[in-house]
DNA sequence: TCAACGCTTCGTTAGCAGCCGAAGCTTTTT
DNA sequence: AAAAAGCTTCGGCTGCTAACGAAGCGTTGA
């Protein structure tokens, strides 16, 4: 009975342990969004001592979730790559059921779109996804997403600008698992570009209080010129 | 600064606290293939006393993780569901930057295909899931994927009973993230049927080491007949 | 040059969680 | 009816770890 797995037991119950603290597991959350933060507001956000907060901060960095970046007297910490920001999204798995009888509780702004690190989720990250595979404007290989030159022409005439468009080409996405609607939506560089340029071009605002993201009545039009819209 | 998430800083550490334990780690993996075990095999699995397996039981019971069938002096233990198995599935996404610098270190039969839970996973379970979409055999809709009607007819020439295969029209689907591949394959009741069926038929058979499954040559052969190809 | 600042390291304390053996309960076997 | 088997509960021990204040270190700004 020897194990055989994509993790054995040490590895999981490290990652589980990274987790088990609600401190760790406060700063994880704030840095969902794809924010860099320092030390002290993470301190703040998990309701914990400077001194406190730096063990918990090296303890993640060290398990390889948390990326640095230093700047003089602060240093600024970042989930370490999309793969965490995909992983805490589905760490939601197990409360799918149960909460699914209290979906109406849930916000139904964060439900309709969100970012997911920095990339589009939620029924319109999943709509996006999946109307650009079927017209062929998105190509899924088995290294990952790429946008077919086909795109760019529709999204340049949609108001993209021509530059950032075609450099589009060039990146990758990949596919992410979407909590709310499970199903895939456009994730990686690719993804956090496109969704970075429809926040420049005013398609989408940022929430305050949260990650969703609310898509402007002029965005939504665009957007449904490009094939994606909301089914409600 | 309101926490609004699928998940809070709590849930998200009683979640990973569950896992942090190298004894519970393994024994929820000893469970992912699916199969119903009583306390006192998983207590040997985890290398622990029988008093210490039946806490940590208690405690994935009570976490939902774990389901509980109850047969005389035995009490048998298997995944919540299927949520909880993807769940853990995912929980690999972390390590996959890491290991897949060593990806020709894996096991590479556990990358062609093997079971997630009760269903086909790795290569061969995602291009089945990709292949039928893509004929229309397979429809995704809001609530999950479907089986259509015009699949029936080629699972039978393919060598399906002509039973089995109409009753799973009535079964459910949904997509499950596949760790290797990044896309999603065909689980839910509807995925743990046609597996079933592929294995009993000999289509596949289970390796005794791991969660690999083995297409026979003969089985390969009907799979291609119904779309379903290995890259390799 | 000195003070303020941001963060980490050190040393200590307190509390929780895992572990086991023994005892108890229920079901099965003899 | 008694013994065995499978599992849980109880009690006590041990070790880990999160917490904080104080001290130290490097950076910034006056």
Known sequence: ???????????????????????????????????????????????VSAATASAHLKRLLDGGLLGLHEQGRHRYFRLANDDVAAWLEAMALPHANRT????????????????????????????????????????????GMSLQP??????????FEATPALQLLRLRGRGCLDWTERRLHLGGP?????TGAMLDAGWLRRAHRNRALLPTPDGLRRLAKLGVRLDT
């Open 1 to 47: 009975m020897t194990e055989v797995s994509p993790l054995n037991r040490y590895q999981l119950a490290e990652l589980g342990s990274m987790l088990a603290e609600p401190a760790r597991a406060a700063m994880l959350l704030a840095l969902m969004d794809g924010t860099m933060r320092p030390a002290g507001e993470l301190a703040r956000v998990a309701g």
């Open 100 to 143: 699914a009888s209290s979906a109406a509780a849930r916000d139904p702004a964060l439900c309709r779109a969100r970012t997911c690190y920095r990339h589009l989720a939620g029924q319109l990250g999943v709509a996006l996804c999946e109307a650009w595979l079927e017209r062929g404007w998105l190509h899924a290989g088995s290294d």
């Open 150 to 159: 086909a795109a760019t022409d529709a999204l340049v005439s949609a108001g």
């Open 190 to 194: 690719l993804g956090v570009a496109i």
